[in-house]
């Protein structure tokens, strides 16, 4: 699919093979650079530190002629660049008598601006106030003429403190030693506004600088909720007294999105597509901004960049966001959500002076998991397991495979079970209300929710406990549950775990569990996702979740976008087909996003009334904390752009 994004922007940072002091050269590698990473689709280029001459020049540097070449190539550069193409490369400028290690913004063939570097390293092997000042010893409005080859003069300011606005981005510039100061001047940037930052830099490469070099790149990208895109020179700089780095990355909030840190004479190029909608959604939602700095940055605004294409994306989109990918840390990860899930059960059973923790176990799997944090309970608390009492209720649509997966659960983990049938139960309801027994409606499977319901609340009185309630945030989002029925609890441990989820944690419960347990765990992870309120047919399973609302995998895709990036349907349908592509058609996702929007709308009401529960991650529906919204708002133009999408696709 080739489509156009708005919101997405292609980075390309370089670190090319210099010539040190060879102007002439370092122009033709930058053209080079420059034509591949068109070619490639970038729209904002970033070149590292003094790139045009080098950075290891020394007392080069005092040589007029390699500042007056340094001057025309970079004049000569600028020429090249199409309109709504950003570039940004490193050269020294010379102004009244002062020499500034400057960042030039190219575009459309001009030299915008020049953006000096602040922070003057002078420590170590770094030498640089023999031949440079800081920025902030400009004149308020510098501006300087820089002389064309055709003999034309090109005017733009020289400035540090300067915003550069272009369309939706908004980019500010530091230079290597800014990043590493206390205050580094993309605090300040971003803080005004700034959604990119680009860091032309000259690191060089020793022992554990790398990882300390990419953590504070990741933590700044974090801290000022932006794109940082880091260039540094490489080894074809001097190697008379150090090795440069050639480090190359891309983060975006503190992720990273493409990084290359080999040690190469050659040219690198690394791309990534930055997400403006989703970082500018952060801002809103976080509103981080820093005191009383305002007007202290000038605007500049240029052209829009040029609206790109994108067939494939420079950026991973992953398929199932919710869940741990690295297989590294998964475990830790499952571990630490488990270990959340219980605190904030045990929390409530202190706060409440109750021990007994009351649970509707069908053998599916979040009832599966809602045990296992309770298990998990019991070890904080110091209790028996016995205080949990698990209440099994098989009705019509309940099947051999997990009546028998529920019994041997409790076996193995040294619970109370009581079975409580509700078949005559439901029976003499549904004649009361004048239903008949045939009609398997929502009335019917609603009935028999509702009637577990009050099953699990008079238990928790005879037992002096708390029902924990086993919907997981997914059955939320879609409004897969009875309106008090199973929607119902006294405290939820799933609400905050969406079903991809609760499926990865009660695989990782198995993993570490030993036989019988581990054999039934994985039997229950088999089992087709059912509420099982139909009868079965040749005693299997005849009402699977996923064929009536669709895959949990898309569903969890969505919200997930939905609620994290404030994504509309356009950039989920864009992000969904190329995370999924080789499993859905296009038509097919689109299918099962309507049926998301629609249910997610139509369903407030119920996460309005929806019980205490516990959050584990960044997304959370509890009407409380992370989610509000009007139980009656209309889902209209939400459906609307994705027939529109469909149209231009």
């Known amino acids: ?336 959500i488990l270990n959340i899930q219980a605190m904030g059960l045990a929390g409530r059973l202190r706060r409440t002076g109750m021990k007994s923790m009351i649970i509707g176990l069908s053998g599916g799997l979040d009832s599966t998991l809602a045990l296992i944090v309770c298990l998990e309970t019991c070890s904080i608390l110091g209790i028996d397991a016995s205080n949990i009492i698990a209440i099994t209720m098989p009705g019509p649509g309940t099947t051999d495979l997990t009546f028998a997966n529920t019994n041997q659960l409790a076996v193995e983990c040294g619970i109370i079970l009581r079975e409580i049938p509700i078949h005559e139960a439901v029976s003499l309801h549904l004649k009361d209300i004048g239903h008949p027994e045939d009609d398997h409606s929502v009335i019917y499977e609603n009935a028999q929710a509702r009637e577990r319901t009050q099953i699990l609340m008079d238990c928790a009185h005879q037992y002096a406990g708390i029902v924990i309630g086993t919907g997981d945030m997914s059955e939320l989002a879609l409004g897969w549950c009875t309106y008090n029925g199973d929607h119902m609890s006294m405290y939820g441990v799933n609400a905050g775990v969406p079903k991809t989820l609760v499926k990865s944690l009660v695989g990782y419960y198995a993993s570490i569990s030993k036989d019988p347990l581990q054999s039934i765990l994985n039997s229950i992870l088999e089992t087709p996702v059912s509420p099982e309120l139909l009868p079965p047919k040749e005693g299997a399973i005849t009402q699977r979740t996923e064929d009536i609302l669709g895959p949990y995998v898309l569903h969890d895709f969505f919200l997930y976008h939905m609620m994290r990036y404030g994504s509309g349907p356009r950039k989920i349908l864009f992000y969904a087909h190329h995370a999924w592509k080789h499993e859905y058609s296009m038509e097919e996702i689109a299918h099962h996003l309507r049926t998301f929007y629609t249910r997610f709308f139509s369903q407030q009401f119920k996460r309005s009334a929806m019980p205490d529960s516990v959050k584990v991650g960044s997304i959370a529906l509890s009407p409380r904390a992370d989610w509000r919204m009007p139980s009656d708002a209309y889902a209209d133009i939400w459906i609307a752009e994705i027939d529109s999408f469909l149209q231009d696709f």
């Open 1 to 336: 699919m080739k489509h156009s994004v708005s919101s997405l922007c292609r980075v390309a940072v370089i670190s090319h093979d210099v010539k040190v002091a060879n102007t002439t050269a370092n122009l033709e590698s930058h053209k080079s650079a420059i034509s591949q990473a068109l070619q490639n689709g970038a729209q904002f280029i970033v070149f590292p530190e003094l790139s045009l001459t080098g950075y290891t020049c020394s007392d080069l540097f005092y040589q007029d002629h390699l500042l007056h070449s340094a001057a025309l190539a970079l004049c000569e550069l600028a020429e090249i660049i199409p309109s709504g193409i950003i570039a940004i490369v490193g050269t020294p400028i010379q102004f009244e008598g002062k020499l500034y290690n400057c960042a030039a913004v190219l575009e459309g063939g001009n030299v915008h601006a020049l953006v000096p570097k602040t922070i003057i390293p002078n420590h170590h092997e770094f030498y640089e106030a023999r031949w440079f000042v800081s920025g902030d010893e400009l004149p308020e409005g510098a501006m300087i003429a820089l002389e064309t080859t055709s003999g034309t003069v090109m005017e733009c300011p020289l400035q540090s403190r300067i915003i550069f606005k272009s369309g939706k981005l908004s980019f500010g510039i530091e230079l290597c030693e800014d990043l590493w100061s206390m205050i580094p001047p993309s605090s300040l940037l971003a803080s005004q506004g700034a959604l990119l930052i680009a860091n032309l830099s000259a690191s060089n490469a020793l022992v554990g600088k790398e990882d300390y070099r990419r953590s504070l790149v990741l933590m700044q990208s974090a801290s000022t909720i932006s794109a940082y895109c880091y260039a540094s020179a490489g080894p074809s700089e001097s190697t008379m007294d150090t090795v440069f780095s050639g480090h190359c990355m891309i983060a975006e909030n503190g992720v990273m999105l493409a990084e290359d840190s080999a040690l190469s004479f050659n040219t690198k190029i690394v791309y990534a597509d930055i997400d403006i909608d989703a970082m500018l959604f952060e801002r809103r939602t976080l509103s981080r901004t820093q005191a009383n700095i305002s007007d202290i940055f000038d605007i500049y605004e240029l052209p829009p960049l040029h609206e790109g294409t994108f067939q494939e994306l420079k950026r991973y989109i992953d398929p199932m966001p919710f869940v741990p990918s690295n297989l590294e840390t998964a475990s830790k990860r499952c571990q630490e």
